[in-house]
T-cell receptor
Framework: EPEVTQTPSHQVTQMGQEVILRCVPISNHLYFYWYRQILGQKVEFLVSFYNNEISEKSEIFDDQFSVERPDGSNFTLKIRSTKLEDSAMYFC?????????FGPGTRLTVL | KQEVTQIPAALSVPEGENLVLNCSFTDSAIYNLQWFRQDPGKGLTSLLLIQSSQREQTSGRLNASLDKSSGRSTLYIAASQPGDSATYLCAVNSYSGGYQKVTFGTGTKLQVIP
């Protein structure tokens, strides 16, 4: 059964460093999403992406964040200059047949 | 703006008991509603998906119902087991500016005591 994959599973970085989180959506899906979950809090929508552009973004998704589909398979979330409060679990999702399929998540720890 | 609320926030029951988790949402214009399980520090495990045209879905000991008009869903767990201990998340997929967006509730943390 096709699934969404994410790498790495855990990323540790220093404050101020750039990180790129990678996702491989399900191959025939066209809509892609990023969500985050700060420890102990609820899962929050960050951004949706369709046809190589952002379709919607939340107030969390400021200029420090960017998304890209650099090739036909990967979907990436870049944080340019990480802050302590960016520490969270980041989930990628892709959509097909009115259902979003979630990846296993990347745990980002900013020190 | 869609808001999703889950009650109770935490629940502790003895093994074998049947239980109901509740989810309410403010905007009834939804595509579907999904229940997830999340173990501490882990990802999201999809349990049941109910399309907006459906009233309920069943998988094993789990039954989820949807009343779109009143903005409510329930997850019924029969004959609970210690392995059911986890946080259960309700996620509502709704229309947002031409695209879909999933809004999660804060979850119900379930503990099943042996």
């Amino acid at each position: 059964e096709p699934e969404v994959t994410q790498t790495p599973s855990h990323q540790v970085t220093q404050m101020g460093q750039e990180v790129i989180l990678r996702c491989v959506p399900i191959s025939n899906h066209l809509y892609f999403y990023w969500y985050r979950q700060i420890l102990g809090q609820k899962v929050e929508f960050l951004v949706s992406f369709y046809n190589n552009e952002i379709s919607e973004k939340s107030e969390i998704f400021d200029d420090q964040f960017s998304v890209e589909r650099p090739d036909g398979s990967n979907f990436t979330l870049k944080i340019r200059s990480t802050k302590l409060e960016d520490s969270a679990m980041y989930f990628c999702a892709s959509e097909g047949y009115n259902e979003q399929f979630f990846g296993p998540g990347t745990r980002l720890t900013v020190l | 703006k869609q808001e999703v609320t889950q009650i109770p926030a935490a629940l502790s029951v003895p093994e074998g008991e049947n239980l109901v988790l509740n989810c309410s949402f403010t905007d009834s214009a939804i595509y579907n509603l999904q229940w997830f399980r999340q173990d501490p520090g882990k990802g999201l495990t999809s349990l049941l998906l109910i399309q907006s045209s459906q009233r309920e879905q069943t998988s094993g000991r789990l039954n989820a119902s949807l009343d779109k008009s009143s903005g409510r869903s329930t997850l019924y767990i029969a004959a609970s087991q210690p392995g059911d201990s986890a946080t259960y998340l309700c996620a509502v997929n709704s229309y947002s500016g031409g695209y879909q967006k999933v809004t999660f509730g804060t979850g119900t943390k379930l503990q099943v005591i042996p």
